[in-house]
Antibody, heavy 115, light 107 residues
């Protein structure tokens, strides 16, 4: 069974940084693209970033490009999202999602950006 | 970027009703569109992929159709567990984009 377990969320100050992790199991992690999506409180879903199985190339939404970096460690079946220069509008639940077609979602981790 | 316009934004219906939700893409995306169901406090669940293919385990009352720029999700006979928010997602080009969502409520 596919499992995706996000961690690393919490409270960050504006301008600060956080790194999210997603531990994957139940599938051949290195053969799948992986995606990050987010949902601000009471709002809709937003696609954030995607990384190929090999780690390259990567893609980003305009709202996070230059501030967020997606990476992966296939030896650990783990996906990462390094978030810098955080803004209040980055406050959201961040979901780790299997595949470029977003076929299986983790339960999400909440990131709150506030002073 | 491809824009996806989803309608309606909310819908009130009764158990047993047939409902249809529409997504329109700003340019052709072939059949590279999926439909998702999200219940409060839960992660989204994919119902339909490639515009019309039903995900395993999803009831057959759900169906998807369309290609190019116009797509529909139909629920043939609403059940109590279907009241949720529905989203479409285009994954033809980057950035991938979601529709704005349709909140399906009990009348």
């Amino acid at each position: 069974e596919v499992q995706l377990l996000e961690s690393g969320g919490g409270l960050a100050q504006p301008g600060g940084s956080l790194r999210l992790s997603c531990a994957a199991s139940g599938f051949s992690f290195n053969t799948f693209e992986m995606t990050w999506a987010r949902q601000a409180p009471g709002k809709g879903l937003e696609w954030v970033s995607m990384i190929r199985g090999s780690g390259d190339p990567t893609y980003y939404a305009a709202s996070v490009r230059g501030r967020f970096t997606v990476s992966r460690d296939n030896s650990k079946s783990t996906l990462y999202l390094q978030m810098t220069s955080l803004r209040a509008e980055d406050t959201a639940v961040y979901f780790c999602v299997k595949g470029g077609w977003l076929d299986w979602w983790g339960q999400g981790t909440l990131v709150t950006v506030s002073s | 970027d491809i824009q996806v316009t989803q309608s309606p934004s909310s819908l009130s219906a009764s158990v047993g009703d047939r409902v249809t939700i529409t997504c329109r893409a700003s340019q052709g995306i072939g059949i590279l569109l999926g439909w998702y169901q999200q219940k409060p406090g839960k992660a989204p669940k994919r119902l339909i992929y490639a515009a019309s293919s039903l995900e395993g385990g999803v009831p057959s009352r759900f169906s998807g159709s369309g290609s190019g720029t116009e797509f529909t999700l139909t629920i043939s006979s609403l059940q109590p567990e279907d009241f949720a928010t529905y989203y479409c997602l285009q994954h033809q080009s980057y950035p991938h984009t979601f529709g704005q969502g349709t909140k399906l409520e009990i009348k």
